[in-house]
């Protein structure tokens, strides 16, 4: 029987050796989306015809001996925010379910299929990718592997599902608020959210179909169950040969797990401890430090510049309502209270284009901080979300929702802080596992590090990887 938790290395092996039929490891992980669609809901589309002739194609290929990809026959899956020759994006937006199938491979599909992929289905997210959660009106809600009242994450979220299900062994996603490292904390599995800029968004949707911007904090990356895993799906698309691991012996590491107004659950917290403790027992200098700047700058900077495109361009009548929703929100605002959270949040995220100019040279100044400090530390590990994978949660509205952190109330959009250094300081952060909380759920921890230093994360996740366990399958 072929074990579709094996690593897609083991997989390439055994295609190499001629074990297994590339249409055959396809026809295994179609069976397991078959029997796990019902509880799941994570693959919300399939070309399962097109999959089939690829394989076979690769199949014949290969007993001719030619020369292949280093991806040859693997089968997998694609977030539904990318676009895929016969399966355009949908992003979970009712306008866009009935797109002409004849559109083109975005360019993070391209380099996977010109890799050898099989591609053969898309996975679940929330409306324009802009939740923490996975569900939309034209697909429904997708469930986390490990407790399926729990929501497995967003924006890719049916991607990480699919992952920790044993439904596809590689995936592509994308981050802008977190949408890799988030679902990739709650599904136990792995995640890499590059630099911002190195690799290609081109065939992301949004934007809208066909109308490319290279927008500001969203990146593209892989995720996987494992380190050398995602090692191979960042060689295949930065397009540049896998480093050697190299020892962690003398790095010298910072733990952020504390900031004032950020909350953090308790078994979060002791999985960050968990991953220090492990870099430290393999040779690092761990300790406790942070840049030189505060949360709340810095957050004031990110959620300013996080949704800020949506209040340009707009049509006369909606600028007006949206003039007008800024003015009530300053009201409420000046009255604290209850809602004053709320409002505050709303008014970062629709900062008109001087406030814009304005936090974008903030921003470079707490990049400046960041880069010096990086001149003393090699990396810093911290949470990611505030808590494990919460209920489903998708009512009342994003910055009304409320969150139980340890017993307290915290607003929705605390989701964001933790995430906030990496996104809005434009660095690379590796999402590593660290276990599973007593509820049984997965904890993972962020690793990020200086700009362009992607191969230098996976040495450090590798590490902590050895020393904790990694990937834990779910009791399915």
């Not at 355009?88 to 491979?105: L, Q, V, W």
């Not at 949506?310 to 809602?339: F, H, N, Q, V």
């Not at 915290?410 to 276990?435: D, K, M, N």
């Amino acid at each position: 029987m072929t074990d579709v938790y094996a690593t897609a290395r083991a997989m390439i092996a055994d295609l190499k050796a001629k074990k297994i039929s590339a249409r055959e490891l396809l026809n295994a992980h179609l069976a397991r989306n078959d029997a796990l669609h019902p509880k799941l809901n994570a693959v919300i589309r399939t070309d399962i015809e097109r999959a089939q002739k690829d394989a076979l194609a690769i199949d014949e290929a290969r007993a001719k001996g030619a020369s292949l990809g280093p991806l040859a026959g693997i089968p997998m899956t694609v977030k539904d925010g990318y676009d895929v020759e016969n399966m355009p994006a949908t992003s979970g937006n009712p306008i866009y379910k009935d797109r002409d199938p004849k559109c083109a491979d975005a360019d993070m599909v391209k380099l996977v299929r010109g890799a050898g992929a099989v591609i053969w289905g898309k996975t679940n997210v929330p409306f324009m990718l802009a939740d923490l959660q996975s569900y939309n009106s034209v697909f429904g809600t997708t469930n986390n592997p490990y407790d399926v009242t729990r929501t497995p994450g967003g924006s890719s979220g049916g991607a990480a599902a699919a992952l920790a299900a044993g439904i596809t062994p590689i995936e592509i996603g994308s981050d802008i608020g977190g949408s890799l490292r988030h679902p990739a904390n709650f599904c136990g599995v792995m995640s890499l959210k590059p630099t911002w800029g190195v690799l290609p968004a081109r065939g992301e949707v949004p934007p809208p179909p066909g109308r490319y911007v290279e927008t500001d904090l969203a990146v593209v990356g892989p995720l996987a169950r494992n380190t050398e895993d995602l090692k191979l799906m960042w060689s295949v698309t930065h397009q540049s040969a896998a480093q050697p691991r190299k020892d962690v012996k003398g790095a010298r590491v910072a733990v952020w797990d504390e900031e004032d107004g950020w909350p953090l659950a308790r078994d979060v917290k002791e999985g960050v401890i968990r991953a220090a403790s492990a870099l430290e027992k393999a040779g690092a200098h761990v300790e406790r430090a942070k840049p030189k700047f505060s949360g709340l700058e810095l957050l004031d900077c990110y959620m300013s510049l996080l949704v800020a495109i949506t209040s340009l361009g707009l049509p006369p009548d909606l600028l007006k309502a949206w003039e007008g929703s800024r003015e009530k929100d300053r009201a409420i605002l000046a009255e604290g209270g209850a809602g004053a959270m709320g409002a505050r949040q709303r008014l970062m995220a629709t900062a008109t284009y001087r406030e814009i100019v304005q936090q974008q040279v903030i921003r470079q100044a707490m990049k400046d901080r960041l880069a010096e400090f990086f001149t003393r530390y090699d990396a810093i590990i911290m949470p990611i979300s505030p808590t494990t994978a919460i209920k489903h949660l998708q009512e009342p509205a994003f910055n009304d929702r409320i969150l139980d952190v340890d017993g307290r109330p915290e607003p929705y959009p605390a989701f964001l802080y933790w995430i906030s250094v990496a996104t809005a300081l434009h660095a690379p952060a590796i999402t590593v596992q660290t276990g599973l909380a007593a509820s049984g759920l997965p904890v993972g921890a962020q690793i990020i590090g200086p700009w362009h230093t992607e191969d230098r994360l996976f040495d450090y996740a590798a590490a902590v990887e050895e020393a904790l366990g990694g990937f834990v399958k779910p009791s399915l």
